[in-house]
T-cell receptor
Framework: QQPVQSPQAVILREGEDAVINCSSSKALYSVHWYRQKHGEAPVFLMILLKGGEQKGHEKISASFNEKKQQSSLYLTASQLSYSGTYFCGTEGSNSGYALNFGKGTSLLVTP | NAGVTQTPKFQVLKTGQSMTLQCAQD?????MYWYRQDPGMGLRLIYYSASEGTTDKGEVPNGYNVSRLNKREFSLRLESAAPSQTSVYFC???????????FGSGTQLSVL
């Protein structure tokens, strides 16, 4: 089942922070985050595993609340290069099934 | 390093025509996937192959068939294309199930 992402779109000025949320109605084993720039393929950012800790990538970090079946992606001090569409992909507790991706959150960072 | 290579990059078909999208990876990955991406819908899984010799249906398999030819190659076939199959198709691979996915550059398919 497709996870739900919010917000659908966000516009930031360079240097501002943003949070993108991803929630599922099913128990989760892991959450993936990917970023896709216009006309390009999605690129992996990070994986969060059940029972694991928050993992970071430069100024982009994420958390995973297993009980609430939610994950949040934190972008701090945003840069122009952060613009793109962010997708969360979730893996259910029955490991072995492929990822289900959300519909994406469009992020635009302006000068 | 080539990574995941998809061919063709663009294709226009008439309704009812058939075609095969090719995908190859050179990273010795076990798992391979086919996704389609439509505006506002995100990435939806068509088929995947957890390992050589196995294939499984994803969320939207109707109208498609796949072949895991060997460990490197995973093809997607449209037997009788329909306008609803107009989309951007991405192939991806990972070392094993649901680890970091590496995506190909995509195939933009239009069915008229």
């Amino acid at each position: 089942q497709q996870p739900v992402q919010s917000p659908q779109a966000v516009i930031l000025r360079e240097g501002e922070d943003a949070v993108i949320n991803c929630s599922s109605s099913k128990a989760l084993y892991s959450v993936h985050w990917y970023r896709q720039k216009h006309g390009e393929a999605p690129v992996f950012l990070m994986i969060l595993l059940k029972g694991g800790e928050q993992k970071g990538h430069e100024k982009i970090s994420a958390s995973f609340n297993e009980k609430k079946q939610q994950s949040s992606l934190y972008l701090t001090a945003s840069q122009l290069s952060y613009s793109g569409t962010y997708f969360c992909g979730t893996e259910g507790s029955n490991s072995g099934y492929a990822l289900n991706f959300g519909k994406g959150t469009s992020l635009l960072v302006t000068p | 390093n080539a990574g995941v290579t998809q061919t063709p990059k663009f294709q226009v078909l008439k309704t009812g025509q058939s075609m095969t999208l090719q995908c190859a990876q050179d990273m010795n990955h076990n798992s391979m996937y086919w996704y389609r991406q439509d505006p506002g819908m995100g990435l939806r899984l068509i088929y995947y192959s957890a390992s050589e010799g196995t294939t499984d249906k994803g969320e939207v398999p109707n109208g498609y068939n796949v072949s895991r030819l060997n460990k490197r190659e995973f093809s997607l076939r449209l037997e009788s294309a329909a306008p609803s199959q107009t989309s951007v198709y991405f192939c991806a691979s990972s070392v094993k199930d649901n680890e970091k996915l590496f995506f190909g550059s995509g195939t933009q398919l239009s069915v008229l």
